[in-house]
C-alpha cells in the first residue's frame, strides 16, 4: 500500500522539510507540493490524493477554508505554528495537527496514524469481525479497541467512550446514532436514549438496571425489550 500525498506550505523550509520526512517512508509517495495554496486547491479537486499535508496559515486562503473547499476528501494533517487553529481542525476531522518545528518523531506518529486509519478503509468490513473503530478527540483521531469499551454515554452533541484499560472516559464530538453505526450490532447494544453498553460486559440485569464492572445503568423504556434478550445473563 503507497499513499499518495501532496503538501501545500507557503514556507520553502517547511515544503522542503516535509519532502525529507516523506522520503523516509517507503508506503509514502509525495506526488506534488505548492507553495501557492489556490493553485494546490486547483491541483486537489482535479486529483485524487490519500494524504494531504497543510499548511494553516498561507496568505492566499488558510488551510481551513482550503480544506472546506476540497471536493475531494484526503486525509488531512495540518501543519502550523500557531494553537489557536486546534478547535478548526477538530471540526474538519483532521487526522492529525503538528507544530511547527516539526518534529521528526512527531511526524512519525502522525504517519502511523495515516497508514493505520487507510488499512481501516480499504479493509473489507465485516461487523461481526471488527476490532476498532476510529474517533477524534483532542484534535486527533483516535484507535479504540471494540474488546476495551464497557459503555458509551451522550452529553448532546458529545459523547463519553469509558474504556476498561482507561482511568478516564475518552470525550468525543459525536452522537450516538453515528456511533451506532460503527459498531457492531452483535457486541453493542443502545440501552437508553443516554447509554450503549458492551453486551460482554453486563455482569447483571435487574430491575431495569444493566451492572457493570465500573458502573450501574439504566434501561430506558423504549428499549426494555433487551432485558429480554438478555434473559441467559
Known amino acids: 500500500m503507497t499513499l499518495k500525498c501532496v503538501a501545500i506550505d507557503d514556507e520553502p523550509l517547511a515544503l522542503e522539510l516535509i519532502k525529507t520526512y516523506v522520503k523516509r517512508f517507503p508506503s509514502l509517495e509525495m506526488v506534488q507540493t505548492f507553495e501557492d495554496a489556490i493553485s494546490g486547491a486547483e491541483f486537489l479537486n482535479h486529483q485524487q490524493v490519500d494524504l494531504l499535508f497543510l499548511d494553516v496559515n498561507m496568505p492566499d486562503i488558510t488551510g481551513v477554508d482550503l480544506a472546506r473547499s476540497l471536493t475531494n476528501n484526503p486525509m488531512i494533517i495540518f501543519t502550523t505554528a500557531y494553537r489557536n487553529y486546534a478547535f478548526e481542525s477538530y471540526e474538519l476531522q483532521a487526522l492529525d495537527y503538528l507544530l511547527k518545528p516539526i518534529d521528526f518523531k512527531r511526524f512519525t506518529v502522525a504517519i502511523e496514524k495515516a497508514i493505520d486509519f487507510q488499512k481501516y478503509k480499504s479493509a473489507a468490513k465485516d461487523p461481526a469481525t471488527d476490532e476498532a473503530i ?84 439504566p434501561v430506558g423504556d423504549a428499549y426494555k425489550d433487551f432485558i429480554n434478550q438478555q434473559k441467559g445473563i
Open 134 to 217: 476510529y474517533v477524534y478527540s483532542e484534535y486527533k483521531m483516535v484507535k479504540i479497541m471494540l474488546k476495551d469499551i464497557e459503555y458509551i454515554e451522550s452529553m448532546g452533541d458529545y459523547l463519553k467512550i469509558y474504556q476498561t484499560k482507561a482511568d478516564k472516559p475518552l470525550l468525543t464530538l459525536l452522537t450516538l446514532k453515528k456511533i451506532l453505526e460503527k459498531l457492531p450490532k452483535q457486541q453493542f447494544a443502545r440501552v437508553h436514549r443516554s447509554f450503549i453498553v458492551a453486551k460482554n460486559k453486563i455482569k447483571s440485569i435487574h430491575h431495569k438496571k444493566i451492572n457493570l464492572a465500573h458502573a450501574e445503568l
